[in-house]
């Protein structure tokens, strides 16, 4: 932390964001030293979410949708997990982005291999599997009022082959959505541990065996790294930022809660450029491929 503040005192910055989870409390928790201006939200409220196992009990004691979770402080822990909402579960660690610690499994051996090998008794938690499908809702607030949000459907992780469990924390494509039971469960879990949010909220939510979204995280105080996306598609959610933040003037936006159209996609890879491109399109080109595939013979195994 010392570092940082030298930092600031010789470049002397209007506002700072942080954009690292790693670095989130730290930060936050001396933010009157800073000086210079931040745009976060309370520090309990950074505290509540970094931490997953408490965000999942204010979610749960305000009644929303979640999957079944416990603590793990043992191996005893971890077998009445599997007896409890078992046969497959998923590990993770109470901390932590890009999957960190995630691992789906159905093998109580496995399982407990997999904390042990991590240190993680006492730092992990057992929840119930939901589906593959997820959700994302990230949002900007002022003073309590929400000032703009979006959602977005991940419709894979890239790398995922390359992960045990198939979450690498990068988003492959993703897809803007609009929809209504996503954006009240959103704000609901948001209140559910903030009534007064402030700065970016950004809500993970999986869908269960019902449909249903469950929040499963937020991102507390910083952006996901697809926001590119909504600002090229129209949405320059960082402008915003700096402008709630800075001088405390909210931008007037006329649709506040997902102004951008449903079905525009934002196709990245490892060493190209991001692409902005429609739904539509890419099923259009898959056509055509299909098309072509059948024409000279090809087909699939």
């Not at 409390?25 to 950074?46: G, N």
């Not at 402080?73 to 409890?84: G, I, M, Q, V």
């Not at 959505?177 to 999986?206: C, H, Q």
């Not at 979204?213 to 320059?236: D, K, M, V």
């Amino acid at each position: 932390m010392p570092v940082v503040l030298d930092i600031l005192r010789e470049t002397r910055p209007d506002l700072m964001h942080i954009q690292i989870s790693a670095e989130m409390i730290a930060i936050s928790a001396l933010r009157d030293q800073l000086s210079c201006k931040t745009f976060l939200p309370r520090h309990e409220t950074i505290v509540a979410c970094e931490d997953k196992f408490t965000s999942f009990g204010r979610w749960k004691e305000a009644g929303l949708k979640v999957p079944e979770t416990i603590l793990l402080n043992s191996p005893e822990d971890l077998t009445r997990a599997f007896k409890k909402f078992g046969p497959r579960l998923w590990l993770r660690f109470t901390s932590g982005s890009a999957g960190r610690g995630a691992l789906p499994t159905s093998d109580p051996e496995e399982a407990n291999l997999w904390v042990e090998f991590h240190k993680g008794w006492g730092k992990f938690t057992a929840a119930e599997c939901l589906e593959e499908q997820t959700i994302t809702w990230q949002s900007i607030w002022k003073d309590g009022e929400l000032v703009v949000a979006q959602g977005r459907k991940r419709l894979y992780w890239e790398f995922a082959n390359r992960a045990r469990s198939g979450v690498t924390g990068i988003t492959g494509t993703g897809v803007t959505v609009s929809d209504p039971v996503v954006d009240e469960i959103a704000i609901a879990a948001i209140k559910a541990i903030d009534r007064e949010p402030n700065g970016v909220f950004g809500v993970d939510l999986t869908y269960d065996k019902l449909g249903v979204p469950n929040p499963t995280e937020i991102n507390i105080g910083r952006f996901f790294t697809t926001h590119q996306f909504f600002t090229n598609a129209g949405l320059n959610m960082p402008y915003i930022f700096v402008r709630c933040g800075l001088d405390g003037q909210v931008p007037h936006i006329s649709i506040k809660i997902n102004p951008l159209k449903p079905g525009l996609a934002w196709v990245r890879g490892m060493d190209v450029l991001p692409v902005l491109t429609t739904m539509a399109n890419i099923e259009g080109k898959a056509t055509q491929l299909a098309d072509r595939r059948a024409k000279i013979g090809m087909v699939d195994e």
